[in-house]
């Protein structure tokens, strides 16, 4: 009646026994480190660069706890932050600027954790410490980006259809096209209707001039505006990668702003400069009418630029931009006809005809792509116009590597910001704080287990002790759960875990008075354990059903801290069911269900009726809630 079958112990054996594995390592704390990233897609994290940091810190008799080389940069752990500032300072001064040299926090797991996954839950701003920014989007930015792209494409719409136009101007937010006919302007607001149906277009006649106004629909600004704030928040949380942040939050708040909390950072200035990078695309046609030489001596013609072709040599470039990253829809890695790596890129429909166009007009001639990264451009590859490219798909090849072309293809995905940002609200969260709100959360949940603990065993015996030890099993799984999902805990979190300590011994309450109750009704010990947990189940499993649905709500509904307190509360829910049952019930098992005839249970007192007519209602009760 009372025994479990050998596979079900198993079970439970190998809950604990990962609960315990998984939640180690958040006991084993932080220590702080830097981090070491190349800014530019030239400069690769390999063990040349791991080399160079080690001998740069070893001539500064900098001591260091550990090295680690990963995909995205080097990172060095630190006894303290005061050598953590020393190394900073001195490697940024050492790699120039061509690396960022960041404050961070590593994990002490040991590595044979680490090597069978078990890693410590990430911990959120309020407990872990970083930075936090409110960024506003400049929605008249956004605008005036669009009016002038779309008077960009007037141009080179009225051009192919070879419309005569007097000129084009944007003034505010209003696109001014100048005729020097009627039939003109005509002809222009029929072929401007039909392409661009986010224009608003109203004639104007200005002395001798005819003019045609466009301007932008509502719904297209209303568009436009929503569409910024989406393609900044995604760019932002490409850039973010860059500094190893683990569970940064960036989401929008309100209409035109963004919130970016990056946990465990601790370099304000740093954080800054990788959220305000920019990496774009731009097409010019190559100056070979003029010497480079005399560039090189310092007499650079107007109207060009001087550059470094990769792998090549110097290169002049125009001035005048054809083509930019704004009209790539996509861009991925690649090899070209010769199985050399490449950059594969698909252009709107605006950038195929000006692509087109372009490589129309320019047969013969050399045209340069140019990678803008953090202010600095430099000449990807400079072919030779062969022939006509139609179809918006261009391809971007020579002179480098696969990782080369993967990073390349990702920053021009990521691309510029859709709109300028300013930060309107920074905080920055010390490590100290983190660290005491930490030990505040962990010695409420402690000291109210203990409570709880010393009640249990009072009130019910040893069916009280055996609650408190299922108790502690489904705390140790929960923190082993969250630590497997890699959830990130916040102080709403460590509120959602105390809730759940009350929640988790309740079950366990309505178990052992279940029990009470058989036992008064004059069933045997065993029959009575066993009744009580078989008729217990349905109020348990309705009483976490309901609160799961609530949580479900707050997670589906809810944003920031209260989504951390929903999963934490999900998540307990779902282990107290399974300690406050199943394991308690093994551990009963375990104490009471070899013996045969057994006679008492040390479950408190069981108060029974001294009369018979109170025995007949106290029977009557108890039949009504079977």
Not at 570 to 586: D, E, N
Request: proline share 4%.
């Amino acid at each position: 009646m009372n025994r479990y079958p050998f596979w079900k112990y198993l079970i439970i054996a190998v809950s604990i026994v990962l609960g315990l594995l998984y939640t180690l390592p958040n006991f084993y704390g932080e220590s702080p480190a830097v981090q070491i990233s190349p800014l530019r897609t030239t400069a690769k994290a390999d063990t040349a660069l791991l080399q160079r940091v080690e001998e740069a810190l070893k001539k500064a008799n900098l001591p260091i706890n550990g090295m680690l080389l990963e995909p995205g940069g080097v990172k060095v752990r630190f006894a303290d932050t005061d050598t953590q500032i020393k190394a900073r300072d001195m490697l940024q001064s050492v790699l120039g600027n061509g690396y960022m040299v960041a404050l961070n926090l590593l994990p002490n797991s040991p590595q044979w954790l680490t090597s069978i996954g078990a890693l410590p839950m990430y911990l959120g701003l309020d407990l872990r410490g970083g930075v936090h920014f409110m960024l506003q989007v400049d929605m008249k930015g956004a605008l005036s980006k669009a009016l002038d792209r779309y008077s960009a494409d007037i141009r080179g719409s009225l051009r192919e259809k070879k419309i005569p136009y007097a000129g084009l101007e944007k003034q505010g937010s209003l696109i001014i096209v100048k005729f020097r006919s009627a039939e003109s302007r005509a002809q222009a607001e029929a072929e401007i209707k039909k392409t661009y149906t986010d224009l608003s277009l109203r004639d104007q006649n200005v002395e001798a001039e005819f003019h045609l106004t466009a301007t932008l629909t509502p719904e297209a600004q209303k568009r436009i505006q929503d569409s910024a704030v989406q393609q900044n928040i995604t760019t932002l949380r490409n850039r973010v990668n860059e500094l190893g942040v683990a569970e940064p939050i960036i989401q929008q708040a309100g209409v035109d702003r963004v919130v970016v909390q990056l946990p465990g950072v601790q370099d304000t200035a740093k954080a800054k400069d990788i959220l305000g990078r920019t990496a774009t695309l731009e097409v010019r046609m190559v100056d070979e009418e003029r010497e480079v030489d005399a560039a090189l001596r310092g007499q650079i013609p107007f109207g060009s630029e001087l550059y470094t072709e990769r792998g090549g040599g110097p290169i002049l470039v125009k001035k005048q931009v054809v083509l930019t990253g704004d009209r790539i829809n996509d861009a991925q890695a690649g090899f070209d006809n010769n199985n050399q790596p490449a950059v594969h890129l698909n252009l709107d429909n605006n950038g195929a005809r000006i692509f087109r166009q372009l490589t129309h007009d320019n047969v013969g001639k050399r045209m340069a792509i140019l990678l803008i990264e953090k202010n600095q451009a430099e000449v990807i590859t400079a072919p030779v116009i062969r022939e006509e490219i139609g179809g918006g798909r261009v391809q971007i090849s020579g002179r480098m590597t696969t990782e080369e072309a993967r990073d390349v293809a990702l920053l021009l995905r990521a691309g510029a910001l859709a709109a300028p940002m300013d930060i309107v609200e920074e905080r920055t969260v010390g490590p100290s704080l983190g660290a005491e709100n930490i030990a505040r959360g962990f010695n409420s949940t402690l000291y109210g287990f203990l409570m709880i603990a010393v009640f249990m065993s009072v009130y019910y015996l040893v069916f009280g002790v055996i609650s408190v030890v299922a108790l502690g099993v489904n705390l140790l799984l929960l923190v082993g759960l969250l630590s497997i999902l890699q959830a990130t805990l916040t102080l709403p979190g460590m509120a959602a875990i105390a809730l759940t300590i009350g929640m988790a011994i309740d079950a366990n309450v309505l178990i052992n008075e279940r029990i009470r109750d058989e036992l008064r009704q004059g069933l045997p010990p065993q029959a009575a354990i066993n009744a009580g947990y078989e008729r217990a189940w349905g109020t348990i499993l309705d009483s976490n059903v309901t609160t799961l649905i609530a949580g479900i709500a707050l997670f589906a509904f809810g944003s920031g801290p209260i989504k951390g307190f929903a999963v934490v509360l999900c998540l307990g829910i779902l282990t107290s069911m399974f300690s406050a049952v199943m394991v308690s019930r093994s551990l009963v098992n375990l104490v009471y269900g070899s013996r045969r005839k057994l006679e008492h249970v040390a479950i408190g007192q069981v108060w029974k009726p001294t009369n018979p007519e109170s025995a007949a209602r106290g029977a009557t009760t108890a039949s009504s809630k079977r």
